[in-house]
Nanobody, 118 residues
């Protein structure tokens, strides 16, 4: 089955870290830009970060710049989101997609929930 599977979320205290993984099943990611998105309770889904197909270009939302780092390992068909200095406002379900533009994502996975709370 062709799908992206997100993992790595959980409960963390403010100031803590998590590393999210987005793994491709049934296809290779190496031809795709890959984006991370999140949806907080009661809010619209928003873009968090994106990495180009060659890994040479990355983009971050202003709210996560300097705290989050996106990377990719095409041999493992996986894109990572390292999240440091997490804050309660980072609480959301995190999703990945094979496009940097949210409007162009045709299908979403289950996502992985992140809760930042003391």
């Amino acid at each position: 089955q062709v799908q992206l599977v997100e993992s790595g979320g959980g409960l963390v205290q403010p100031g803590g870290s998590l590393r999210l993984s987005c793994q491709a099943h049934g296809f290779t990611l190496k031809f795709d830009n890959v984006g991370w998105f999140r949806q907080a309770p009661g809010k619209e889904r928003e873009g968090v970060s994106c990495i180009s197909r060659d890994g040479g270009t990355t983009h971050y939302a202003d709210s996560v710049k300097g705290r989050f780092t996106i990377s990719r390992d095409d041999a493992k068909r996986t894109v990572y989101l390292q999240m440091n200095s997490l804050q309660p406002e980072d609480t959301a379900v995190y999703y990945c997609g094979t496009n940097c533009e949210i409007s162009r994502i045709l299908a979403w996975g289950q996502g992985t929930p992140v809760t930042v709370s003391s």
